[in-house]
Structures are given as C-alpha cells and as structure tokens.
C-alpha cells in the first residue's frame, strides 16, 4: 500500500523549491536594506562634513557665523555630562543589580523593583526630560546646568547599567562563591572580592554603552529649556552647558534659513560619530579581553 | 614591628573585628536596598509631577475638550486644547514606520535565523547594531536634509516638512530592534522541532511559516508591540522633519506634530508655569506616557501569557 501519492508530490515540489529560493533572496535583499540605508546614511554625513573639519572647528566657540564656529563648547559639555553620569549610573545601576541578584532573589520587592525597571527601560526619553524640567531644575532650583542635566540622564540610562550588571553578576559561576564563603568570608566579602571584580567587565561595558546612550541623547536636554547659543565653555558641574546633538539640532532647524548650518550640523554628526565610535570600541576591546579569563 | 599577641588576646581581637563584620553585614542589604528603590523612586517622580500638573490642566480645559478637539492652538487669546491633531500625528508617524519596520525586521530575522550561515550572521549581526546605535538625532538630520528633498523629487506634492519622510527613516531605526528581538525568539526555538520538518520532506520556508514563526510567536508579537511603543516615544525624527504645524488630517504629505514634538515646541518657548500652556505640556506628557506603558505592559504579557515552553 502506497502512503504517499508520488505524483502528486511531485508535481508540486518544483514550486515548492522555487518559491522557498525567491523567498530566501527577498529575505536577504531585506537585510541588506537596512545595511544599504546604513552605508548612505554615513556616506552621506561624512561627505558634507568632513570638509568642515579641522582644528579651528573643533576648538572653536560656537558662532552665528558659520566660518567662525566651533564645536569646542558642546564637546565640554558632553564630557562634563559624561563626569556626572558615569559614577553616578555606576553606583546606582551596580547598587541595584547586586541587590537584585545576591541579596533578595526572590519575593515581593525585587520582583516589583524588577517590573518596575522594565517599565523604565520603555519611558520615553522626553518624559524623562519633564521630570528633569520639573524636579532637578526648577523643584531643586538647580537651573539647566551640567548637574540638572547629568541626573536627568542618569536616570535615563539607569535600566541599561542595571540589566548589563545583572547578567554579567549572573555569569558568574556559582563555585567561586562557595570557595569564597569556604574559605570563611562573609556574603559581603564575597560579592566585594570576588563577584565584582569577577563581573566588572560586563558592568564596564554596560556602563559605557549607557554613557554613548547619554551623550548621543538629545531629547530630555531639549526639554531642560538649554539655549541655542551658548558661548561660555563650563568649567564646573554648576555652569550651564549645552551638548553635541542638541548644538546639531540647532543647526539642522536653522538649516532652512542659513544654507551652511546644514554642514556644521553635518560636520557635528561626523564628530559626534567619532566619538560614540570610540567608546563603543573601547568596551568592545574590554570585553574581548577579559572574556577569556574565566 | 607587630606586637606579639597570645591564643586570648588573638580571640579577643578577632570578636572585635567579627562584631564590626556582622553589623556591617546587617547594613549592607539596608543600603542595597536603599539604592534600588531609587529605580522606583523615579517612577513615582514620573507619575507624580505628570500626574499633578495635569490635574491642574483638566481644571481649566474640560476632559472632553482635550479628547475629541480637533484644534490645537496653543497661544492667542482664543486658546484651543484639542490633542486629536497630536493623537493622529503620533498614529500616522507610527504606522509609517510599522509599514517600514515589522516586514523588513521580520524579513531580516528569519534571514539570519533560518536561511544565514553562523559567519554570515556574526558579520551582519554587529552591524545591525552599528544601525541601532546611530544617535536619533542623526536620523532627525539625514530625514530632513536627505530624505525629503529624495521623496519630494518622487512626489511631486510632498511639502518641505511632512510626516512621511520621518515615518519612514523611524522606521529605519526601528528596523534592528525587531530583527534582533525576533531573532532571538526564533533562534531559541530547538533544533529539533526544524530537524523534525526537515525530515518529514519540508523546505527552508515551509519550516519558517509553519513552525518556527508559530513556536516564536509570543517573542515576534512583543518585538513589534516594543518597536510600536518605541516609535510613539520617538521625539527628535519628527521634531526636525515634521514641523509643527498642528493640522488634523491624515494626509501624510503634509507636516503634523507629534505628542513629543509638541512638548519640545512648548518648552523651547519660555511657557510661562501656571499658564494652560505649561500645563498642557504635562497633559500631553501623560497622554504619551500611558499610550506606552499600555504598549510595555501589553508586550510584556504577550512574552509571557503565550510563550510556548520547550
């Protein structure tokens, strides 16, 4: 007896082939789409602003005249930003995920804590910058200066340090607690010598991954009510400061009256690319070289 | 030199040390504690300055005037607080970028999950993420200066600063969001189940549609509920290629705000606090925070109400 009727299949299977081929390049044109948008979008920037660069443009203050501008002020200002965020996410993020991962695995709390962070992670940006507005600059009369600004984005990014913390703490491996707690240690001394040294490339990485999040981030600091011409470089956490994608901004909207400001802004972007380049380099080359070691 | 102790005076100086240890051990998941509750702390910090500052815009524009207004015009003496003409730039912003983002994301998850070899995908993954890296503002600059004028030689109607161009490049940036979420939901389906259709005569795409998608898809559906959420949230595109005028229609050649470029508008203006014009900074504010919570909360159930286990 006959399970399967072979003509029947086999005149079907000629189809079958052909369509599962069309379908596999369709899905490969459609990964490639987005590859291609990638590759004109950088082509595009780099060749409009890598003309504007040059030593003038990156030590300069910024300017109403696009000849004079330079981009030295809002690069001060995302590196003080980056001063305010980085130990203060680190601290708050790695805090968090220790508690969460050694201290109170289970119950009601941390589950809540849990959810909540979650929730975090989908606020938008701009709702963060309201609560920025409204408690850091005018509830602690704070103004918008670097610090406003720097909790503002910690709060922002605190999810991302949190969530890379925990899993990197959740790596690691389970014996050399016990070895540690064998060898008489407290669970303090345990999580202090050797889970956080153990875990600290993970938490570097998320931690400089959260900051290039922070300084390409532009929308809670439009928010902060920062002006559009910003002279003065700051010099504290107490000055006022405005940011690379916020001075970009500036540019691009007022690209439709002035001409050249859509190559400041051009050239920015490029600056700015190099930049988050550069970090995102940096906890590449950290996690690649201390992966190995465990 | 270190002084020389005997066997009790050894014991006695280590209880010192040990009660030192055991009251820091007591303070130490306090503080822990402490510092994770910030996390919540936000949240209520969140709630509580929209929550408070939107009561006070419903006491000066009725409930049903901001819902079903069709006309926003924030300033004059003749002030309107109608947040459709938001509501539907925020929806039509949105679906543009769903039309561009759920396919080609989708598209490109199955590639790499079922069709891709292990290099392939370790190339393409990264670069992906390059994609997904590129701060928003970039896109806000390459919609407005590239894009547009690109679509606006296609269509010949299209005006300087219009939702379409913005639509699509938020569509773009949403593009790696889904692929790598879906992927993951895919690639965590066994082996076995493929091997399984494989043997039984099934083609590549035959196993995608009929058993990898159906196993994957709590994972699929919370990507494209996230990648929703997080094209309502997106602020800068639309801020720089949308304008702001606050037109109710649904003709996607013309320029509409969104509910987050209205709140960069409001607050580039110096909206002095008090007036209704700052409290409709915080209505609106909530109107975009519940939309996405309700999207969060929606994907976070899907993920786990039907996730199949195996």
């Known amino acids: ?294 | 030199m270190e002084k020389k102790l005997n066997i009790n005076e050894m014991i006695q100086e280590n209880r010192k040390t040990m009660n030192f240890t055991r009251i820091w051990e007591k303070i130490i998941p306090k503080i822990l504690l402490a510092i994770a509750i910030i996390s919540i702390l936000t949240t209520v910090g969140i709630l509580s300055t929209l929550l408070v500052e939107t009561i006070a815009f419903f006491k000066q524009v009725p409930f049903l005037d901001f819902f079903t207004g069709t006309k926003l015009k924030p300033l004059g003496a003749d002030a309107q607080f109608g947040v459709l003409p938001l509501l539907t730039g925020t929806l039509i912003s949105t679906v543009i970028a769903m039309i561009v983002a759920i396919p080609i994301g989708l598209m490109t998850a199955v590639y790499l999950s079922e069709y891709a070899s292990d290099r392939i995908r370790r190339t393409f993954k990264p670069l992906l993420e390059i994609l997904a890296g590129i701060p928003t503002i970039v896109y806000g600059f390459f919609a407005f200066t590239f894009v547009t004028p690109l679509l606006r030689s296609i269509i010949p109607g299209l005006e300087p600063t219009n939702i379409l161009s913005p639509g699509i490049v938020m569509g773009v940036m949403i593009i790696p969001m889904v692929a790598s979420l879906s992927e993951d939901a895919m690639s965590s389906v066994p082996s076995e189940m493929r091997q399984g259709a494989s043997a039984l005569g099934a083609t590549r795409l035959e196993i995608t549609f009929k058993i990898v998608i159906p196993a994957a898809i709590s994972g699929i559906v919370a990507s494209f509920v996230l990648a929703i959420s997080r094209a309502i949230g997106e602020t800068m595109i639309v801020t720089i290629a949308s304008g702001s005028s606050k037109n109710f229609t649904f003709d996607v050649t013309q320029s509409m705000q969104t509910m987050t470029a209205y709140i960069v508008e409001v607050t580039g203006g110096e909206a002095p606090a008090g007036s209704t014009l700052y409290y409709s900074l915080y209505a609106v504010a909530m109107t975009l925070f519940v939309f996405t919570l309700i999207m969060n909360l929606i994907a976070q159930y899907v993920s786990r109400r039907f996730r199949e286990e195996y």
């Open chain 1, 1 to 294: 007896m006959k399970y399967v009727d072979t003509a029947q299949v086999q005149k079907r299977m000629n189809l079958r082939l052909t369509t599962n081929k069309l379908a596999k390049s369709l899905f490969f044109l459609s990964t490639m789409f987005g590859l291609i948008v990638l590759v004109v979008l950088i082509y595009r920037v780099f060749s409009q602003g890598i003309q504007w660069i040059d030593l003038q443009f990156l030590t300069g203050k910024l300017s109403t005249f696009a000849e004079n501008a330079g981009v030295m002020g809002p690069l001060l200002g995302s590196f003080w930003l980056m001063l305010v965020v980085a130990p203060l996410t680190m601290f708050l993020g790695v805090g968090t995920a220790i508690y969460l991962e050694e201290y109170a695995k289970k119950g009601r709390i941390p589950s809540f804590i849990q959810t909540n962070i979650a929730n975090l992670a989908g606020v938008p940006s701009i709702v963060f910058g309201l609560l920025g507005l409204t408690v850091f600059v005018k509830g602690f009369s704070l103004g918008n200066v670097v610090l406003a600004g720097g909790l503002t984005m910690s709060l922002l990014v605190l999810p991302i340090v949190v969530v890379a913390s925990q899993e990197s703490i959740r790596a690691v491996p389970q014996y050399l607690r016990e070895a540690s707690y064998g060898m008489g240690a407290t669970k303090w001394q345990t999580v202090k010598n050797v889970v956080l040294p153990a875990s600290l490339p993970g938490i570097l990485t998320g931690v400089i991954l959260s900051l290039s999040r922070a300084i390409g981030e532009t929308a809670p600091l439009v928010v902060l009510g920062i002006p559009a011409l910003l002279i003065p470089f700051p010099d504290s956490i107490f000055d006022k400061f405005t940011v690379m994608p916020l001075q970009i901004y500036y540019w691009t909207i007022d690209s439709a009256l002035t001409k050249e400001y859509a190559n400041l802004a051009a050239g920015a972007i490029v600056v700015l690319l190099m930049l988050l380049f550069l970090m995102n380099s940096i906890a590449i080359i950290i996690r690649n070289k201390y992966q190995r070691r465990l």
